[in-house]
């Protein structure tokens, strides 16, 4: 076969799409044959971050930036030059002038639950304009390719709810977390110097997009304050418009022992990870939820919303709370702060549940869906 990847989001600066683009990239040299010729579609500013190391797969630039007109015009017709059997869209931006068999994997339907102006910089014309853009790709996306691939059993049932296709479209991969880095030995203290951590601390990772719910997080954690003084608030993510937005709202609330890094090295993330006393991820609404699985191969205990995806992810391995009841979170943090059994349960149950999920195994199964289509 000859296999085209979309892989312009490859790479660790487009967060998890980029992960997963990568993941699935690496794994699926290591097990494809030589009757397969893949070509890898990158952009200028990931190009030198992908090196082929298996000579059935190449290189090819394609500098289009995702969701524009010349991603639109641009990518099919140079899709079409390299006359491919299948294309794998790992995300559902999928150019609407490609009409060759191509899959497309749907990771979660966020946009279309929550379109909401807080969740965006756009003008409200032209957020609304997009957003009907959205919906329109994504529809066709869904039912113009030859199989979905999703996340989750969550996802799935969520695509088939708001979309007529069948079941049987549809297989669900699910994602994996990457194994910690060996650390230096005095990487964790240097990490928390720089950033000025001081312990105990409760840490969350990622964006801080509306649905990530970090601002009811914060006034929850406040209430947490009145009874268990000794406790900081880490979060740690790049500081964006929407956390920049966060953090003008803690000063003038004069909100207490909330610390926000910014973006740190996978280095320092190490060691901020090594040092909390849990992760909390209170999001309202995910695809897989990935963060809480990484903190758990690193030995964290984690809390987390009882959304059902991440119930169906980490199963009896993390500690839930109704993420939509401020007392309910506030709750789950005195808990997890002051019940050091609870910890250690939690640790060895994470661990256990983290190392269920490989990416090996998703390249694999990924694998199987392109010959399916092939047949």
Request: charged share 25%; glycine share 4%; hydrophobic share 40%.
């Amino acid at each position: 076969m000859r296999i085209g990847i979309d892989a312009r989001f490859y790479g660790p600066s487009s967060k998890g799409l980029g992960r997963y683009s990568q993941k699935l990239i690496e794994n699926l040299e290591k097990i494809s044959n030589s009757e397969d010729d893949f070509f890898v579609f990158l952009k200028k500013e990931n190009w030198d971050d992908y090196q082929p190391k298996n000579p059935h797969f190449k290189k090819v630039l394609a500098d289009f930036p995702w969701y524009s007109f010349s991603e639109q015009w641009n990518m099919p017709r140079l899709l079409n030059q390299y006359k491919l059997d299948l294309v794998h869209f790992p995300h559902f931006n999928v150019p609407l002038l490609y009409f060759r068999p191509f899959v497309v994997t749907i990771h979660d339907l966020i946009l279309i639950h929550f379109p909401t102006l807080r969740a965006t910089t756009l003008n409200p014309f032209f957020y609304w304009l997009k957003f009907l853009a959205y919906k329109l790709v994504i529809n066709l996306a869904i039912r113009r390719s030859k199989h979905i691939l999703t996340v989750s059993n969550f996802t799935k049932k969520d695509i088939l709810s708001n979309y007529s296709i069948k079941p049987n479209k549809i297989n669900v991969i699910y994602e994996a977390a990457d194994i910690p880095q060996k650390k230096e030995s005095d990487s964790s203290e240097k990490s928390l110097i720089k950033y000025d951590i001081i312990k105990p601390y409760l840490l969350y990772v990622g964006n801080a997009y509306p649905h990530k719910n970090l601002e009811k997080l914060i006034f929850s954690f406040q209430e947490v304050l009145k009874k268990r003084l000794n406790l900081f608030l880490v979060l740690v993510g790049k500081k964006d418009y929407f956390y920049r937005q966060l953090i003008e709202k803690v000063g003038q609330n004069n909100l207490k022992k909330v610390i926000f890094t910014g973006q740190v090295s996978d280095q320092e993330l190490e060691g901020i990870y090594t040092n909390t006393e849990a992760y909390i991820f209170p999001s309202l609404y995910e695809g897989f939820g990935l963060p809480p699985l990484e903190a758990m191969i690193r030995n964290v205990p984690v809390i987390s919303s009882d959304h059902e995806s991440l119930k169906e992810i980490l199963g009896d391995s993390a500690y839930f709370f109704d993420a939509k009841n401020p007392e309910k979170i506030s709750d789950a943090i005195l808990k997890i702060a002051s019940d050091e059994q609870l910890k250690n349960k939690l640790r060895a149950l994470g661990i256990k549940q983290a190392k269920k999920y490989s990416w090996f195994k998703m390249a694999a199964e990924t694998l199987e869906i392109y010959y399916k289509i092939k047949k």
